[in-house]
């Protein structure tokens, strides 16, 4: 532990800082699970409120700086194809001139 008055200040803003990013974190993963909740229902109302709101609740992430801007825009494609009917992106596949080239 610390003996100055102002690192102990600052660890424990630090924590109080690590603990709010926490919050976030965990806030968009409910989110995405009550979205994904919602898709299996089929309910269409129900699925564009929720997309509404972890869109929301990730844009807010960003601005705080919980998340990183680009593990934002990550995380709103992947809702945006749980969405659309994509829940995880595929192994890609092969292409038609990879197959031909092994005949």
């Known amino acids: 532990m610390a003996n100055i008055a102002s690192q102990k200040k600052r660890i424990a803003r630090t924590e109080r800082e690590r603990q709010?990013?926490?919050?976030?974190?965990?806030?968009?993963?409910?989110?995405?699970?009550?979205?994904?909740?919602?898709?299996e229902s089929g309910d269409?109302?129900?699925?564009?409120?929720?997309?509404?709101a972890l869109v929301s609740q990730i844009d807010?992430?960003?601005?705080?700086?919980a998340l990183h801007r680009n593990?934002?825009?990550r995380k709103k494609s992947r809702a945006a194809g749980i969405v659309?009917?994509?829940?995880?992106p595929s192994?890609?596949?092969?292409t038609?001139?990879?197959?031909?080239?092994?005949s």
């Open 96 to 102: 038609p001139a990879a197959a031909d080239s092994e």
């Open 44 to 52: 269409s109302n129900a699925i564009a409120s929720e997309h509404k």
């Open 91 to 94: 192994a890609p596949a092969e």
């Open 60 to 65: 807010k992430a960003v601005q705080k700086g």
């Open 20 to 39: 709010e990013n926490l919050r976030f974190r965990s806030t968009v993963k409910t989110y995405f699970k009550r979205l994904e909740t919602a898709v």
């Open 84 to 88: 659309g009917g994509v829940s995880q």
């Open 71 to 73: 593990t934002g825009a």
